[in-house]
């Protein structure tokens, strides 16, 4: 999928740049920051989330991969015995073969859009946790926003620099979730990864002879 579906979680509904916020904000105000994905890759839903999006998929794949041999077994069955069929059996053939070739087509794009419109129904209550996790924990620490140091792929962090730890907001979010922060690797943030779309078989469909 792209972009990451947590790129838009900014706390307190406020979506700025740090000119602006230096401008705005009263040099007492406290800023914190955060990683929603590195959060997100901590909570033992995220790991729910990723075990069934890939058994969704390995079943895609499966029914992609059973039509495919279909496809593959006629269309070898065509080449061998082609030349000694009627002009009638031929474009029957034919026409069944063009019939899978386009089914495979079919069913890999539907499921590509499976996975994804099941991975957002299984995120969106995963982001409405962290999202009110984040919520307590600004209004809890006094903080007047707390920023998402990852705005997404390709491009740049809202946090360029922290002048301390004391604004990492993180660990108060997953205490505030319910995971120990002492116990999860702090040293990469790790991101929530889609599971891959369903994909036909590594070899590509031949293409249907064309009907003489």
Not at 113 to 136: D, F, G, H, M, R
Not at 137 to 165: C, H, Q, W, Y
């Amino acid at each position: 999928m792209k972009q990451k579906l947590i790129a838009f979680l900014v706390v307190m509904a406020i979506i700025t740049t740090p000119p602006l916020l230096a401008q705005t904000t009263p040099a007492s105000a406290k800023i914190g920051y955060t990683n929603v994905d590195y959060v997100i890759g901590k909570l033992p839903e995220s790991k729910v989330m990723q075990n069934q999006l890939e058994v969704t998929k390995a079943q895609l794949d499966k029914a992609i991969g059973e039509t495919y041999k279909e496809f593959q077994e006629k269309y070898e069955a065509y080449q061998k015995n082609g030349a000694n069929m009627t002009d009638v059996i031929r474009a029957d053939k034919e026409k069944e073969l063009q019939n899978l070739q386009t089914r495979v087509q079919e069913m890999q794009t539907n499921a590509q859009t499976s996975l994804q419109t099941k991975q957002q129904q299984l995120l969106e209550p995963i982001l409405t946790k962290v999202n009110n996790a984040i919520q307590e924990v600004g209004k809890e620490s006094g903080f007047r926003f707390i920023l998402n140091m990852d705005a997404g792929p390709g491009s740049t962090p809202i946090i360029l620099f922290a002048a301390s730890e004391e604004d990492n907001a993180t660990n108060l979010i997953l205490k505030k979730l319910g995971v120990d922060p002492d116990k999860v690797d702090a040293a990469a943030p790790a991101a929530t990864t889609p599971a891959k779309s369903a994909t036909a078989p590594a070899t590509t469909p031949a293409t249907t002879p064309k009907k003489k």
